[in-house]
């Protein structure tokens, strides 16, 4: 009832293509679905999230695409660069009254080729 | 820079052992958050602390304790240590007390059992 699964777990993209993560998740009661981003050696750093009120965000060359229905969100990473190049996570939560958590995704390790 | 400062960096000890990881939380935040990142699970949410009181709980073993000061830093302290305790440790902070709203991470200690 609390997962949330990602996939891929690694991706290579070419400069300049678009690369896109998936999550799946089964709380209906999830209220909050942001991403983040880890380089090696560092901690995972926000990078954009979303709430089910809406369907895309978009922040700069990332846009969230949340699908309440099919219980699915995705990251698109546009013009991708090297410097992008990441272990990237989804997760999800909700208004806790009790005992509740963040919840993440297994990570995607994304590479960027020349 | 996240604003979360985490002390200290790396720790190595042995096996038995018992260690205090640091956790100064953004200013402003009230809610100090504790992750363990491993290879195997991924980030696995451990306990939270809200202004001084513990708000959630995860999978945090009972070796395993924390708290939250007056000033709002936290302290995680991990005892009768095992090989499997190796990991990456990670404090994370809000805001406010509920997990669904953004939580900002630190870079983390890295913990080695030997």
């Known amino acids: 009832q609390q997962q949330v699964k990602q996939s891929p777990q690694s991706l290579i993209v070419q400069k300049g293509g678009i690369s896109i993560i998936n999550c799946a998740y089964e709380n209906t009661a999830f209220d909050y679905f942001p991403w983040y981003q880890q380089f090696p050696g560092k901690g995972p750093a926000l990078l954009i999230a979303i709430r089910p009120d809406v369907s895309e965000k978009k922040e700069g060359r990332f846009t969230i695409s949340f699908n309440k229905s099919a219980k699915q969100f995705s990251l698109h990473i546009m013009d991708s660069q090297p410097g992008d190049s990441a272990t990237y996570f989804c997760?999800?939560?909700?208004?806790?009254?009790?005992?509740?958590?963040?919840?993440f995704g297994t990570g995607t390790r994304l590479t960027i080729i020349p | 820079d996240s604003g979360v400062t985490q002390t200290p960096k790396h720790l190595i000890t042995a096996t038995g052992q018992r260690v205090t990881l640091r956790c100064s939380p953004r200013?402003?935040?009230?809610?100090v958050y504790w992750y363990q990142q491993s290879l195997d699970q991924g980030l696995q949410f451990l306990i939270q602390?809200?202004?001084?009181?513990?708000?959630a709980k995860g999978n945090i073993l009972e070796r395993f304790s924390a708290q939250q000061f007056p000033d709002l830093h936290s302290e995680l302290n991990l005892s009768s240590l095992e090989l499997g305790d190796s990991a990456l440790y990670f404090c994370?902070?809000?805001?406010?007390?509920?997990?669904?709203?953004?939580?900002?991470f630190g870079d983390g200690t890295r913990l080695s059992i030997l």
């Open positions: 997760a999800a939560s909700k208004r806790n009254f009790g005992n509740e958590k963040l919840t």
């Open positions: 200013s402003g935040d009230l809610s």
């Open positions: 994370a902070s809000s805001v406010g007390g509920s997990s669904n709203q953004p939580q900002h």
């Open positions: 602390y809200y202004n001084g009181e513990e708000r």
